[in-house]
């Protein structure tokens, strides 16, 4: 056996998610870094949220706190945990004049009314998947303030629509945790290095698959879904596709945009508005999608093209490879 090289005896760490957004900041002379901040506040957060979770099962932090959220669902303790911990980094951090969070009725003010951004946030979903050990979530979107600065923030201010996001992405806590986002240049993904306590770029510039075989849904609730999308998933089961379904919205979004697919979320009897919130899970999710090469409609037109009229507000959701989405609609 040859001996190895100095080289390949210390390979690379890799570049940071730090230094990855000091080197995009610099790509733009007028930049005045005040996003990159913000964005490194979503890793710290990220990052404690991640501790938290891995202690779960062990203090007691898991299963149900018996209050419920805004929407009328059971709170899990880790969804007020997480709520908090983001809260508490973006006002640390500065940049953040308010917050809108999937766990309280209204925007929260960090009291950083200079703060030139806004940010939407579900700080924890897919949270039923707590207790049992299977991936979860974070996921944001952050706007640009047109209140004007040094006054608080206003309903407008989260209200602009998903074009007007300057960023978004998520934070999946699986197998490995993962940070994801975009600032509309390309997708980019870092893997957290525990014992070096950084995210490391791991999938530079996500492409999502133009097809794909992989069609993710709750088909438990198939006979309550629009005629096109039965028919959809019936054509799905005749060419033997491949159904996954986590019920974690970020775990399944994810491998579809790794791997190709559709994750669909439609209307429901129950539920005719759709489940998932507009600005914190569908908008972001759609910004990932669009800028990756995919594709994100409600089943009318794009998702980001909605225009919203309230924050906790719902939309049928399909997304994912284009190919796949465009054929949802074609039926
Ligand atoms: P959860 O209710 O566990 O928070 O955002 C809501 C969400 O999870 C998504 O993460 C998930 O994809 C979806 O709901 C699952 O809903 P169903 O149980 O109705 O399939």
């Not at 944001?140 to 300057?166: C, N, W």
């Not at 399909?318 to 039926?331: A, F, R, W």
Request: glycine share 10%; charged share 20%.
């Amino acid at each position: 056996m040859s001996p190895k090289t100095a080289q390949e005896l210390a390979l690379p760490v890799g570049v940071t998610l730090d230094r990855f957004i000091m080197l995009s900041q610099t790509a733009f002379p007028y930049a005045t870094g005040e996003l990159s901040q913000l964005l490194r506040d979503i890793a710290l957060a990220g990052k404690i949220i991640n501790r938290e979770i891995n202690r779960a099962g062990l203090v007691d932090i898991a299963g149900g706190n018996g209050t419920d959220n805004v929407q009328g669902e059971n709170q899990q303790k880790l969804d007020i945990i997480a709520n908090i911990r983001f809260i508490r980094a973006l006002k640390n951090g500065g940049e953040v004049c308010a917050i809108l969070s999937e766990e309280d009725e209204d925007i929260i003010h960090t009291g950083n009314d200079h703060g030139k951004y806004v940010v939407a946030m579900d700080p924890l979903d897919g949270s039923s998947n707590i207790d049992v050990n299977v991936s979860i979530g974070t996921i944001f979107s952050i706007y640009r303030r047109i209140s004007p600065i040094d006054e608080p923030a206003t309903r407008e201010d989260f209200l602009q629509g998903g074009r007007k996001q300057v960023a978004a992405g998520y934070i999946l806590y699986g197998s490995s945790t993962m940070l994801v986002y975009s600032t509309g240049d390309g997708v980019n993904g870092f893997t957290y290095d525990h014992s070096l306590g950084e995210f490391i770029l791991s999938h530079k510039n996500i492409r999502s698959p133009e097809n794909g075989t992989i069609y993710s849904v709750n088909d438990g609730y198939i006979n309550d879904y629009p005629a096109f999308v039965q028919d959809y998933l019936t054509k799905c089961k005749a060419q033997s596709c491949t159904a996954r379904y986590i019920g974690s919205l970020v775990a399944d979004f994810h491998r579809n945009l790794l791997r190709g697919g559709v994750y669909l979320y439609p209307s429901t009897k129950k539920t005719p508005e759709g489940k998932l919130r507009l600005l914190y899970e569908c908008y972001p999710l759609a910004f990932i999608a669009e800028k990756s090469g995919g594709k994100a409609i409600d089943g009318f037109g794009p998702i980001l093209d909605i225009v919203p009229t309230s924050f906790h507000q719902r939309s049928p959701i399909y997304v994912g490879s284009p190919s796949m989405v465009d054929e949802v609609m074609k039926l």
